[in-house]
């Protein structure tokens, strides 16, 4: 989706598709953009960063974006590449984070002119407020899930947990790559250009990003505390059961003992004795009671 707008004092904001890109190699060229970049806006896995070319004065900065489809059933996030050049940004969008062109261009609409800088960063602010719903949402699907393990542990409910787990992984390593990033801005020869409103747009867009740190982190800390506990009832469960199968064999073992003594083709006690069988199921009872009772004093030692 191509997009060009004007900003303030002649500056400009355009917005260029990454597929039109890899497609036509040579048509980024009239934006004197250099191969580097290019390659840094095809690469899906690149890292949030900054790329400061001295000779040009350009900037190139890569911001973690929520990619709100999810292809699985989890979350991750996609990179967005930002172009700052003298009087003019250069965004590299794709189909994942389409809808970040659309809450820019939407701020440019409602907005009053703006520099390219303060431009920049209320965009990068809105990148980190389109995290909110969704980690919120994510935030309510935990205690449902919580919920409903309390109730009974099952496997559907365990992958569901598991599935949260691994989004919020993926957000709260995408989520401090950006505070990074920003924290590298603010120690940069750039900084000290920015006027007092830039500064100001900037200090808001760390702010966003430090909370966003803290809840992604916060929320990923609960979620894991919550998996080792359901496995540590799991694995309790199965030495419960493990346990109460081992007695029952015990007790059955003692029965096909006395049966297969008394089985033998030997001369026996009581082998002509019609009550022999009363006398076999009483001895039975008597030692399953005594071993009943051993083994509750062992278990409850162990």
């Given at each position: 989706?191509?997009?060009?707008?004007?900003?303030?004092?002649?500056?400009?904001?355009?917005?260029?598709d990454?597929?039109?890109?890899?497609?036509?190699?040579?048509?980024?060229?009239?934006?004197?953009?250099?191969?580097?970049?290019?390659?840094?806006?095809?690469?899906?896995?690149?890292?949030?960063?900054?790329?400061?070319?001295?000779?040009?004065?350009?900037?190139?900065?890569?911001?973690?974006?929520?990619?709100?489809?999810?292809?699985?059933?989890?979350?991750?996030?996609?990179?967005?590449?930002?172009?700052?050049?003298?009087?003019r940004?250069?965004?590299?969008?794709?189909?994942?984070?389409?809808?970040?062109?659309?809450?820019?261009?939407?701020?440019?609409?409602?907005?009053?002119?703006?520099?390219?800088y303060?431009?920049?960063?209320?965009?990068?602010?809105?990148?980190?407020?389109s995290?909110?719903?969704?980690?919120e949402?994510?935030?309510?699907?935990?205690?449902?899930?919580?919920?409903?393990?309390?109730?009974?542990?099952?496997?559907?409910?365990?992958?569901?947990?598991?599935?949260?787990?691994?989004?919020?992984?993926?957000?709260?390593?995408?989520?401090?790559?950006?505070?990074?990033?920003?924290?590298?801005?603010?120690?940069?020869?750039?900084?000290?250009?920015?006027?007092?409103?830039?500064?100001?747009?900037?200090?808001?867009?760390?702010?966003?990003?430090?909370?966003?740190v803290?809840?992604?982190?916060?929320?990923?800390?609960?979620?894991?505390?919550?998996?080792?506990?359901?496995?540590?009832?799991?694995?309790?469960?199965?030495?419960?059961?493990?346990?109460?199968?081992?007695?029952?064999?015990?007790?059955?073992?003692?029965?096909?003992?006395?049966?297969?003594?008394?089985?033998m083709?030997?001369?026996?006690?009581?082998?002509?004795?019609?009550?022999?069988?009363?006398?076999?199921?009483?001895?039975?009872?008597?030692?399953?009671?005594?071993?009943?009772?051993?083994?509750?004093?062992?278990?409850?030692?162990?």
């Amino acid at each position: 989706m191509f997009i060009e707008k004007e900003l303030k004092n002649g500056m400009s904001w355009i917005n260029l598709d990454a597929d039109i890109l890899s497609q036509h190699p040579d048509s980024y060229k009239e934006y004197n953009i250099d191969e580097e970049t290019i390659e840094y806006a095809l690469d899906k896995n690149e890292r949030a960063h900054m790329d400061y070319n001295r000779e040009t004065g350009t900037v190139v900065f890569i911001f973690n974006v929520l990619n709100l489809k999810r292809a699985k059933n989890y979350y991750e996030t996609v990179p967005m590449t930002f172009v700052v050049q003298q009087d003019r940004l250069i965004t590299i969008s794709n189909k994942e984070n389409t809808y970040v062109v659309d809450m820019m261009k939407n701020y440019v609409e409602h907005h009053e002119p703006v520099t390219v800088y303060k431009f920049l960063f209320a965009s990068l602010e809105l990148v980190c407020n389109s995290y909110y719903p969704v980690i919120e949402q994510m935030d309510e699907t935990k205690d449902n899930i919580n919920h409903l393990l309390h109730q009974t542990t099952t496997k559907k409910n365990l992958f569901a947990l598991a599935d949260l787990e691994t989004s919020m992984v993926y957000l709260v390593a995408a989520t401090k790559q950006n505070r990074m990033l920003l924290e590298h801005i603010k120690g940069h020869a750039i900084y000290r250009h920015l006027d007092e409103i830039e500064k100001e747009q900037f200090y808001d867009v760390m702010i966003e990003a430090r909370q966003l740190v803290a809840m992604t982190d916060l929320i990923a800390q609960v979620l894991n505390q919550l998996s080792g506990s359901y496995n540590n009832i799991l694995n309790n469960n199965l030495n419960d059961n493990l346990a109460l199968l081992t007695i029952i064999s015990v007790l059955l073992a003692v029965l096909a003992v006395i049966t297969g003594f008394f089985g033998m083709n030997v001369p026996l006690p009581w082998s002509s004795d019609k009550n022999a069988w009363l006398y076999i199921v009483l001895i039975s009872f008597i030692l399953w009671i005594i071993l009943v009772q051993f083994l509750k004093r062992f278990v409850n030692k162990q």
